[in-house]
């Protein structure tokens, strides 16, 4: 089966600086790859995706890339602020099941005033 | 919007006991799963359902089961709780197919096992 690795699992940056998430998939077929941000005491939320057949994508301070030569996405996020401070989770999905989702393992993001 | 909601947002039992966590989601969807979150783990998936009365295995399926009487509700079992079974248990449902593919989560149950 998708076997999802994610890194850093902890990450630490200033207020205003940016901040790089990495994950790696190894299934040549995953073509749908989400990224979920989870506060304390909520479950994980959906806040970008991007399908095989595009490379970028972005939503304001928010971003996806995906090399699919090299089996890695990443989500950058900029000008970071206090409440960008959550655990976040990759996933990919090849669509097979209930179109599942395998999860990464999490990095806990934290944005230092 | 989707609203995932599970029965019990912190759960004690005894080892040996039978457990149930419930969840229901108001948005006709056709897919629903349990997860289990640990530490270091991510979210690994038990059990999935994409119908009334289907189930499927996820990658962690043994000593739980699963429940889907109706559309909205997908339960999970524990039969015989151990103290492995320790963990945060989430619940999620998304559409059937197309651009379906977000799952929605509910807020979780935090289940300790003594």
């Known amino acids: 089966g998708e076997n999802v690795e994610q890194h850093p699992s902890t990450l630490s940056v200033q207020e205003g600086d940016s901040a790089v998430i990495k994950c790696t998939y190894s299934d040549s077929a995953s073509n749908y790859f989400p990224w979920y941000k989870q506060e304390l005491g909520k479950g994980p939320q959906l806040i970008i995706d991007?399908?095989?057949?595009?490379g970028e994508k972005k939503d304001q301070r928010i971003a996806v890339t995906l090399n699919k030569t090299a089996k890695h996405f990443s989500l950058h996020i900029t000008e970071t602020q206090p409440e960008d401070s959550a655990v976040y989770f990759c996933?990919?999905?090849?669509?097979?099941?209930?179109?599942?989702?395998?999860f990464g393992t999490g990095t806990r993001l934290t944005v230092i005033p | 919007d989707v609203k995932v909601t599970q029965s019990s947002r912190y759960l004690v039992k005894r080892t040996g006991e039978k457990v149930f966590l419930e969840c229901v989601q108001d948005m006709d969807h056709e897919n629903m799963f349990w997860y289990r979150q640990d530490p270091g783990l991510g979210l690994r998936l038990i059990y999935f359902?994409?119908?009334?009365?289907?189930?499927e295995k996820g990658d962690i399926p043994e000593g739980y089961s699963v429940s889907r009487e109706k559309k909205e509700r997908f339960s999970l079992i524990l039969e015989s709780a151990s103290t492995n079974q320790t963990s945060m248990y989430l619940c999620a449902s998304s559409l059937e197919s197309g651009s379906g593919y977000e799952q929605y989560f509910g807020p979780g149950t935090r289940l300790t096992v003594t």
């Open positions: 991007i399908r095989s057949n595009v």
């Open positions: 359902s994409y119908d009334v009365k289907m189930k």
């Open positions: 996933a990919a999905s090849t669509g097979t099941g209930a179109n599942n989702l395998f």
